[in-house]
């Protein structure tokens, strides 16, 4: 039976035919590997995801984590899980040998740890938030930081948090209010609220390692005056060894939707609740300089954001996989025209609305997951390309990428576990499978990490726009190359290529016409508009890419035959979606911005 998790023949076609993975074991950070150590890694993301998270994903659905006010439970399938994560090491599947981990490229990684978040994606928060945390340290923290708290993070004895949300300041960061007093010892006492915080409390790791934003006080306003610091649940002593509570604790649980196995908490910081060395305030110790507490947080978003984008892909891929089983064996109605009342029903996958939605659902989940895969490739690029202009040119590529990656899947795979509900029919809408919880767990990914609102404004009003357009001038150029390839490879490829061409000059000209007098109000009023569109697009480069790591036609099997087939769908009904989207944009159209508030 091919697992209805994620399908590894789409993730060796991805990482080998298409992105050539093993190339990079040519490059000194890689040399230890090969094709059967990328092969042995992914079997063991496979199984393990398999046969330790899948089977408690409905489980900590229905229990979700209770508060008793003193602790927090959730049910013990959960931690037997996380174990035997740790057990695989997959953690630090990426990180450097120095630090224990096991240098796969970024793109192997990134695949193993997709079949973790299609198999229970609350679980697996649990290690994303804690490997995003350790990265930030590595990248920002001081060696004695490294050593006090990543080495027990990737050994799996702490896990990570990143406390940025308040009550009143989510996608306004620049408005929170949580204080760092500096001490005459060098740390800091922190006090205030954090809202929304995933892991936030829980026993299944021996401490808890929050990376919290804060203002040490007299710092600028706005976003140039915040701070970040490492507050444990903890303290943790020069040895290594447990000390006295911290004054964090927590406030309640949020009760959520989805992603209810994760934990999601109100935490307060400074309330007296403990008093490490005998008086209230959370002690804190401050990461790097002052004031640059959104700049290293932003290392761990943009990572996370990807991270966010991959288990939005991982939803809707097992959504697709589960409908498309569901799809070949529930027996329903007869062909348009059959005439005899007593032939058997056939299976609903006959039907060619049901295809369309199977079809549908295919050409988002595996352009998705190429994105997805293209975004950790660059990221092997970004540090290991022998040259320093391809790294920097990959450096900016992932920078206009990732507010898409993070954005496209969370919007597309959402609506490819909505298609998934439809499938089943009355069955999607009950409990009795699992695509309604898919698609509850994956509402989630348009909110969080920056909300798709705000990825638009990222998209639009930063990243097209940096150092005088370079970064909307490198997308279309990458894309521009694969247009001329597929129209030297001739045949179909080239009537894609043409198409897809179309598109690309219409994002140059929408994205001169927005900013043409340079006012940001009428620019970005329908930012939203526009990231869908150049989404579109981009997953249309991602269609045609795939399209030419493809078997000549008629050479391949029916693998290949799928792909050619989704990406044709892509082109032929979705891609055409974004000409009445670029003819708003280009019209700079005012109706949103002329909406007085008074008049709803
Ligand atoms: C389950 C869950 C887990 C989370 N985990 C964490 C975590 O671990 N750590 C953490 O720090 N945070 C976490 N968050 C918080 C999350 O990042 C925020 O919810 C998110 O940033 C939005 O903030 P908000 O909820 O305050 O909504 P608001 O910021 O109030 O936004 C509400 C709406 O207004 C729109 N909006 C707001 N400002 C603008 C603007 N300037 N222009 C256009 N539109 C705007 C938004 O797009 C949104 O549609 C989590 C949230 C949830 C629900």
Same mark, same amino acid.
């Given at each position: 039976m091919p697992s209805t998790l994620l399908s590894r023949r789409d993730l060796d076609f991805l990482l080998h035919d298409w992105l050539r993975v093993c190339q990079l074991v040519e490059r000194p950070r890689y040399a230890e590997h090969s094709r059967e150590t990328f092969d042995d890694a992914l079997d063991l993301a496979e199984r393990v995801a398999t046969e330790q998270f899948a089977p408690h994903n409905r489980a900590a659905d229905l229990a979700e984590p209770t508060f008793d006010g003193q602790r927090v439970r959730l049910i013990p399938q959960v931690r037997a899980a996380l174990d035997s994560f740790a057990e695989t090491g997959l953690l630090t599947?990426?990180?450097?040998? /120095?630090?224990?981990?096991?240098?796969?490229?970024?793109?192997?990684?990134?695949?193993?740890?997709?079949?973790?978040?299609?198999?229970?994606?609350?679980?697996?928060?649990?290690?994303?938030?804690?490997?995003?945390?350790?990265?930030?340290?590595?990248?920002?923290?001081?060696?004695?930081?490294?050593?006090?708290?990543?080495?027990?993070?990737?050994?799996?004895?702490?896990?990570?948090?990143?406390?940025?949300?308040?009550?009143?300041?989510?996608?306004?960061?620049?408005?929170?209010?949580?204080?760092?007093?500096?001490?005459?010892?060098?740390?800091?006492?922190?006090?205030?609220?954090?809202?929304?915080?995933?892991?936030?409390?829980?026993?299944?790791?021996?401490?808890?390692?929050?990376?919290?934003?804060?203002?040490?006080?007299?710092?600028?306003?706005?976003?140039?005056?915040?701070?970040?610091?490492?507050?444990?649940?903890?303290?943790?002593?020069?040895?290594? /060894?447990?000390?006295?509570?911290?004054?964090?604790?927590?406030?309640?649980?949020?009760?959520?939707?989805?992603?209810?196995?994760?934990?999601?908490?109100?935490?307060?910081?400074?309330?007296?609740?403990?008093?490490?060395?005998?008086?209230?305030?959370?002690?804190?110790?401050?990461?790097?300089?002052?004031?640059?507490?959104?700049?290293?947080?932003?290392?761990?978003?943009?990572?996370?954001?990807?991270?966010?984008?991959?288990?939005?892909?991982?939803?809707?891929?097992?959504?697709?996989?589960?409908?498309?089983?569901?799809?070949?064996?529930?027996?329903?109605g007869r062909p348009v025209g059959a005439k005899d009342p007593a032939a058997a029903q056939v299976p609903i996958i006959d039907h060619p609305?049901?295809?369309?939605?199977?079809?549908?659902?295919?050409?988002?989940?595996?352009?998705?997951?190429?994105?997805?895969?293209?975004?950790?490739?660059?990221?092997?690029?970004?540090?290991?390309?022998?040259?320093?202009?391809?790294?920097?040119?990959?450096?900016?590529?992932?920078?206009?990428?990732t507010p898409i990656t993070k954005s496209w899947p969370s919007q597309w795979c959402l609506a490819a576990n909505d298609l998934a509900i439809q499938v089943l029919g009355g069955a999607g809408y009950t409990r009795d499978h699992d695509v309604e919880q898919h698609y509850r767990d994956n509402r989630l990914n348009p909110i969080h990490e920056g909300t798709h609102g705000i990825q638009a404004l990222d998209l639009l009003g930063r990243k097209m726009t940096m150092q005088g357009g370079a970064g909307l001038a490198l997308l279309t150029r990458t894309i521009g190359d694969t247009i001329e390839r597929a129209r030297r490879a001739g045949g179909e490829a080239a009537g894609l290529a043409d198409r897809l061409a179309g598109a690309v000059d219409r994002v140059t000209a929408v994205t001169g016409r927005l900013w043409a007098d340079g006012d940001p109000v009428l620019a970005l009023a329908n930012a939203s508009a526009y990231l869908e569109a150049v989404g579109?697009?981009?997953?249309?480069?991602?269609?045609?890419?795939?399209?030419?790591?493809?078997?000549?036609?008629?050479?391949?099997?029916?693998?290949?035959?799928?792909?050619?087939?989704?990406?044709r769908y892509f082109f032929t009904v979705e891609l055409p979606r974004t000409g009445p989207q670029f003819d708003l944009l280009a019209s700079r159209d005012r109706t949103t911005l002329d909406m007085r508030t008074d008049w709803f």
């Amino acid at each position: 039976m091919p697992s209805t998790l994620l399908s590894r023949r789409d993730l060796d076609f991805l990482l080998h035919d298409w992105l050539r993975v093993c190339q990079l074991v040519e490059r000194p950070r890689y040399a230890e590997h090969s094709r059967e150590t990328f092969d042995d890694a992914l079997d063991l993301a496979e199984r393990v995801a398999t046969e330790q998270f899948a089977p408690h994903n409905r489980a900590a659905d229905l229990a979700e984590p209770t508060f008793d006010g003193q602790r927090v439970r959730l049910i013990p399938q959960v931690r037997a899980a996380l174990d035997s994560f740790a057990e695989t090491g997959l953690l630090t599947a990426g990180l450097d040998a /120095s630090v224990g981990g096991l240098q796969l490229p970024h793109a192997v990684a990134a695949a193993c740890f997709t079949w973790f978040q299609a198999a229970n994606v609350a679980t697996s928060a649990y290690p994303f938030l804690t490997l995003g945390n350790a990265n930030l340290l590595l990248a920002h923290g001081s060696a004695e930081q490294v050593d006090t708290y990543v080495r027990p993070m990737l050994e799996g004895r702490f896990f990570g948090t990143m406390c940025l949300s308040e009550p009143h300041a989510g996608s306004s960061l620049a408005d929170i209010t949580t204080r760092a007093e500096p001490q005459a010892d060098g740390t800091y006492r922190l006090f205030g609220t954090k809202m929304w915080i995933s892991g936030g409390d829980h026993e299944l790791a021996e401490n808890i390692v929050h990376l919290v934003l804060a203002r040490i006080p007299g710092a600028p306003l706005g976003v140039k005056g915040i701070s970040l610091f490492i507050v444990p649940k903890v303290l943790v002593g020069a040895d290594g /060894s447990l000390g006295d509570r911290n004054d964090v604790v927590l406030a309640g649980l949020n009760h959520k939707m989805g992603f209810r196995g994760t934990t999601n908490t109100l935490l307060s910081f400074g309330d007296g609740g403990h008093t490490p060395g005998g008086r209230p305030g959370a002690v804190g110790h401050l990461v790097g300089a002052p004031h640059q507490g959104l700049a290293q947080m932003f290392h761990m978003m943009n990572e996370a954001r990807i991270g966010v984008g991959a288990g939005a892909t991982a939803l809707g891929y097992t959504g697709y996989l589960k409908s498309l089983a569901y799809a070949r064996q529930r027996p329903q109605g007869r062909p348009v025209g059959a005439k005899d009342p007593a032939a058997a029903q056939v299976p609903i996958i006959d039907h060619p609305d049901v295809r369309r939605m199977l079809l549908a659902q295919k050409s988002y989940v595996e352009g998705a997951l190429a994105l997805v895969l293209y975004c950790a490739r660059l990221l092997d690029e970004q540090k290991t390309a022998p040259d320093d202009a391809d790294r920097a040119r990959a450096h900016l590529l992932l920078d206009v990428l990732t507010p898409i990656t993070k954005s496209w899947p969370s919007q597309w795979c959402l609506a490819a576990n909505d298609l998934a509900i439809q499938v089943l029919g009355g069955a999607g809408y009950t409990r009795d499978h699992d695509v309604e919880q898919h698609y509850r767990d994956n509402r989630l990914n348009p909110i969080h990490e920056g909300t798709h609102g705000i990825q638009a404004l990222d998209l639009l009003g930063r990243k097209m726009t940096m150092q005088g357009g370079a970064g909307l001038a490198l997308l279309t150029r990458t894309i521009g190359d694969t247009i001329e390839r597929a129209r030297r490879a001739g045949g179909e490829a080239a009537g894609l290529a043409d198409r897809l061409a179309g598109a690309v000059d219409r994002v140059t000209a929408v994205t001169g016409r927005l900013w043409a007098d340079g006012d940001p109000v009428l620019a970005l009023a329908n930012a939203s508009a526009y990231l869908e569109a150049v989404g579109h697009v981009v997953i249309a480069w991602m269609w045609l890419e795939q399209v030419l790591a493809l078997p000549p036609e008629g050479a391949g099997d029916a693998f290949h035959a799928g792909k050619r087939q989704a990406a044709r769908y892509f082109f032929t009904v979705e891609l055409p979606r974004t000409g009445p989207q670029f003819d708003l944009l280009a019209s700079r159209d005012r109706t949103t911005l002329d909406m007085r508030t008074d008049w709803f």
